[in-house]
Structures are given as C-alpha cells and as structure tokens.
C-alpha cells in the first residue's frame, strides 16, 4: 500500500515539557485513520504539525513522498476541518466554501462547476447564501467539510469536526463523512476522544496515550486483542483481572463483560449474556449502526456493538473459571442490563451485559464463568 | 432590569441634565438671537447666525477642517492599526506595558503636551538643533505655525483614541478563523486583507468616528502650533465668545459641529447594523 502521509520520529516539546516523545508512523493512501485518546495525550498537537500550524521540535514529515516538515500550511496540499468549523463570519456559504479556489486562483468558470458538485454533495444547495450565524450546527459542519474537499486535497484533516453537535446529528454525520471518505478516496485523518465514533468510521485506528502510540490496527483488532491494560479499558467497557493461583498466578486479562455468563446459584442452567441470535451483530457493515438498537445512556462507556456471536448457554460443558459472586448493582441502558458482581473473598467487581431482561435481583448470588478463549491477556 | 435598581441612575442624570442637557439648550436658544452692539444678546429670533455660516468665509474654514480632520484620522490610522496589531500579538504581559505607554499621555496636561511639542519643533528647538549640529541642514526649518505642524499635533494627540478600539477587535478576532485561512491556502498577507481586515472593521471605523469628532471640534493644537495664520472651526467658535463676544454667531458654529457629528455617528451605526443584519 502507498504511503501517504510518513511521520519519522516526530517530537514535540513546548519549554521544557514533552508533548510528544520521538513518534513515528505511517499513513496509507485512501484510508480513514483515527488517532483515538483522551484529552491532553497529544492527538491534536499531532494533527497540527501534520497541517503546519506548528513545527515539530525534531524528526520529519513526509507528504507522499515530499518533506513538508517546514512547509507553511499554505503550501501543503491538505485541508483541515476544525474542531469550531472556523467558518468566515463576513462570508456567505459561496464564499466560504470557494475561498481556497480563489485564494489558488483557480478559473471562475471551474470554481463554478466545482462548487456545484461540492453543494450537491454536502446537500447544501439551498443555502449556498446563507451566513454561518445562520445556519445550524450541522449544517456549519457541513460547508466547513465543503470549504476542505472542494480543493480535492490529498488528504482531509479532521479535528473532532462532531464534537460539539448532539448525539443524533453526530450518529448520522459519522455516517456521510465515512460515505463521503469512501466515495472521494481522499486520505482522512480522524482526531477523537469518543471510542465508539473511533469503532464504526476507522480503518485503522492508533490509541494514543501520553503522546505514543498504545497501539495501532483495525477496530476489530483494537476490541478483540488490546495489547494493554490502557487500550483495554480506553476503547469499550472492560473487566481486567489478576489470577490469583495456577502455573499463571499473577496475570493481569481482560475480560468483555459481554463474555461474562451469570447463573443464579440453584444450579440452573446458565444464562448467557450475549444478545440472542435474532438480532445477530451484523449491524457493523449495516449503514445505520444505531437505529437497529435504542441508543444507550452513555456510549463513553458502552462497546458500540458486540463483535462475534458467542456460543449458546445450552451447550457449555462444565468449565473452569468459575466463581461465586453476590449482585451488588443492576442498571438499565436501554438495550442491555449492566450487572455488577462482587466476586465472594475477593476485592474484585466484575460488570456483565445482560441483553434480555434479568432474572437477577441484587443481593443474589451468582456463579460466574467465561470461556477461557474469551480472556485477553495484558502485557 | 430590577425597578429599584433605575434610582441608582438618579444622581448621573441629574448632573447631566443640569450641566449638559441644559447648557446645550441655551446654545441652541442663543443661536436664534442677535448680537447687540457691545457684545450683548438681543432675544429677538433670527435665522441671520445660520445664514452667515454659509458665506464663504466660514464655509472655507468648516471645509479645511474637515480636510485637516479627514488627513488626521488616515495618519492614525495608518500609524495606530500596525501598532494595535504589533501589541495585539504580544505576551499578555507586554500587552498591558504597551497599553500604558499608549495611555500614559493623557495623565499629563494637554497644555504641556502641546507645548512640549512647540518646543520640540520651534526653530531654536530640539528637533532644528540636531539636525543643524549633525550637519544635515543649513537653515532652521519651519516646522512650527504651519498646517503640517497642526496635522503633527493632532495625530499625536488622538492616536490612542485610534490604537484603543482597533486593538479591542483584534483582541476579539478569532486566530482560529486565520489558521482557517492559512489551510485553505492564504499566504499571511492575503489571509490578512480577507480576514484580519474584515473581522476588524468595527474598530477601524470606531477609532475612525472617535478620532474625525474629536478633530473637528479641536482649538488647543492649532491655537498653540498652527500659529495666527491656520485656524480651525474650533478655534472659530472659541474666538466668536471669548474676542468677538458674539455668542449667538458661536452656538450657531457650535451647533453645526454637533449636527455634523451627530449625521456622521449615525451614518456609522447604521453602517454596523446593516453588517450586523448582514452577518445574521
């Protein structure tokens, strides 16, 4: 794959404090790459250097195949949605959209036709006179992605561009930017703090912590195999453990509390947790990843969706991993119950997903399990 | 706002009224009446003030002035917006050094200010001295009684009133809407005429309001270094009271640059809501 954007240990210091230690990284041409972390772990300073608003203290920047390291943001052939759209208030949406043209010189006649185009697919041709004071969150996001994509730059910088619209406008604007991307081929660089926008929009994603890379790979792989304890718990709800005996005493998995199985102590048969076959998780490649379940209270904290079916309860034979727990807590998310176990003699509170409706009441005791392929072990 | 909380406007209203609102009234009530013969005011109503401040002599003056005015507020502007924008982009603790600096002059006398101009520029004085023991000239120049030495004077005297407003609204500016700019492909100058310029219209045109009222009005610069020769409206209307003891002639000339003033202030306003109504 073609190397678009090639970052060669780039570091960043502003004083004497360290934002960014030698940090290095490859961008493919065409694809949509998330830098995901929380606030303050260098995610934004990153993307700024990629665009030229600031100079990395060491190390270089390549732009398909060109060192850009001290090339003013002007003259590099990106584009950058910001986090507050940045819109120019004494402009309408013409202006604005075509000021990158005009500042390029571009002909009028090809500003027209490209203007056209770039209305017709941010679907903002009845408001092409409009002011930004005018118009509505999601509408300014829009002309500020047409303002960027009209240039057809080699890449598209995105800075939490739906940070600041409410959630339903975010669930669907996830969707046109990730059609957009995928109709444009343009190289997105995606900057977010919300794990679940990560998840649904990224071909790759690179978990960023304190300035470095966590880990890198497909959102699949980031759910399924976190490499640590940090990208674990960063990305969708976790369980991490320590076991406590055995030839592995002393090590530290994770558990998704999807995978956990609650039994109640009478020696029923267990029940799973995991959604029923019904509904089965295809909804990932689906375009409307919401609207095939009621949204939940806080998507911080909720794995967006569950990844592989998992094995029904009837068929489990005896297995080890068992424990005994008492339900401290049960809260309802809409779509699924959070069960909160405190496991007997130990510290430990370990959450399970429960998608139909529990026969629990807290107070009760459980067995626990989960099968032991299900463990992720954490370096 | 709170009923009660409209008495506490009382004691500044009344002031006003009674030191402002009613002194002016009796300037426009004097402009109507006639000057008697030895400096008196006969109450009888004329419209004769109004009519003579259209003969050409006056009209000459009140057309000077304006020139004059007109040349002050470019000079501020195009010395106050650099610096506004220099102090703008400094440490915030630069800023409020800067700030004082441009402030300090109107803690000292505006007489002594002027005078220390005079001598400044007179022919024996600092500025002559130098450039006669430098060699660099043969003869004193005359740079004092002259209209330069008047338009020295006054860009002196109302740049701040220029520097204030336009570094408030470059204060404001969003830098992101220029980082904005510069990723579209903006070189600093164009992002800066596109942008910078646009987004602080507001400040130029106060500071530009602030500083063409403030000249018109002006008697103390061009009595003190434009000499006898140059004179201004204000210097007209203080003359008409204190020499001529023509007070009628002087509320008339008062009362046209009040109305003047008054035209230009709305102008402006309307000027800013139009570009409110148009920014939504």
Redesign the interface.
Known sequence: MKTMISLDSVEKTFGRQIVIPSFSLSIYSGEFLTLLGPSGCGKTTLMRMI???ETPSAGEIYLDGQRVTDV????RDM??V?Q?Y?????MNVTDNIL??LK??KVPAAEQRTRLQQVLELTQLSDLAN?????LSGGQQQRVAIA??II?NPKVLLLDEPLGALDFQLRKSLQLELKNLQKNLGITFVYVTHDQEEAMSMSDRIAVMNQGRIEQLGTPEEIYHHPHNRFVATFVGENNILTTKSGVHRGRTFAIRPEKVILAPISGRAPLSSPLPSSSNPSTYSSPLPSSSAPSTHSPRHTPPFPLSPSVQPTNTPPVPHHHLGTIQDISFHGNLHKIFVKLDGEESIVMAHQYDTPSFQPGQQVTIHWHPEDEVILH | MNNKGKYLAYPSLIWLTLFFLFPLMIIVLLSFFQRGLYGDIIYEWTLANYARFFEPLYLHIFFDTIIISVLTTCCCLILGYPLSYMISRMSSSWQNIWLLLVMIPFWINFLVRSYAWVIILRSQGLLNTLLLQLGLIDQPLSLLYNPTAVLIGLVYTLLPFMVLPIYVSLEQL?R??L?????????PS?AFW??TV??TLPGIVTGSILVFVGTIGMFVVPEIMGGAKSSMLGNVIQNQFLSARDWPFGSTLSIMVILFSLILIYLYNRAVQA?QD???
């Open positions: 665009a030229g608003f003013p943001p002007y003259q584009n950058m910001f507050h940045a819109l120019f208030p004494h000021f990158g500042m390029k409009r002011r930004p004071k005018q303002r960027a240039n | 969003d992101r809407k980082e904005a700019a510069y990723d579209l492909g903006a070189t164009r596109h942008i646009p987004l570009q148009e920014r939504g």
